[in-house]
């Protein structure tokens, strides 16, 4: 009996194995199936529905008709404005950078001087409020000829500080507006000589006693430096009741935009009233003066002979008719 248990027991368990495997088969095919019809049945969608798509978008890119045409040409005119309009934008780039190369290279000739001294163009690398006080710091040293106590200028020679330290590629200027500064200046218009007073914040002040005709526009003059001026008054402040007026000097420039200042090659030297009286007499003389082109100033030649002799009718060349 124990035998023919486990002869059956063992036979149960191979059929078993059989049904499984034919079950698992029967799903594996179901599922092939399945799937192969399922993927017909879904190209046959996408084909179904993307055809006219496809005959949309090739009558839109070949056809010859009205419409299509019509696209196709603004789509063209579109990409083409767009190439224009980048053109457009990299000449104006261009036009722009020439406009800035030709005005730094009109300040560049402007700081170095119109020939009165020689002169060394600097960048300005460090400006207020970056540094305390009116001060500059300059990329240019001893290894370039920057000299300690070189008179600084700015454009149309106006001059604005000196070099308080110099070192080796670098340079500290200190400006003229710096509070508590101190020099001797000749205000023309009024014609008088009188002390600037440094304020901070680039502002130079002026007093004068009430009674003074101190105004705008009068340019102040530092007559130790043989070249250059301190500015024009831009302002002035004036009260009847007190015994001074005030005329207030600012740079052309804000201390912040300073970008480009010239120093001078030779070093300031101290000069006496004699000496400042001549300068100023030369500078009032040469104020009569503009520049006149050749062309166009009508004057007597080094080489042509004038004669004092008054033209008469006996001297008046004779015609023939």
Known sequence: MKNFSSKTKASYRRNSNHRTIRTTLLWVAGAVAVVYV???IIA????????????VRTWLTEST???PMYFRERSALIDEIAVLEEQLSAKSGSAVTLARVTRENEELRALLGGGHDQRIAAGVVARPPF??????LIDRGTAHG???NAIVYHFNDQAIGFVSRVFEQSALVTLFSTAGAASTVYIMGPDIYTTAYGMGGGVVRVSVPQGIALAAGNVVLLPSLHTGHL???NSVQSVSTQPEQYGFVTADIPIQSLRLVSVSTQVFEPITFEEAETYIASLTYDMLKIDVPADVLAEVGTSTVASSTPLTASSTPSTQE
């Open 38 to 40: 399922l993927g017909s």
């Open 44 to 55: 046959y969608l996408f084909a179904y529905v993307s055809k006219p798509v496809l005959v």
């Open 65 to 67: 008709d009205t419409v």
């Open 131 to 136: 540094l305390p006080y009116d001060a500059l």
């Open 146 to 148: 920057i000299q300690k």
């Open 231 to 233: 500015g024009r008054i």
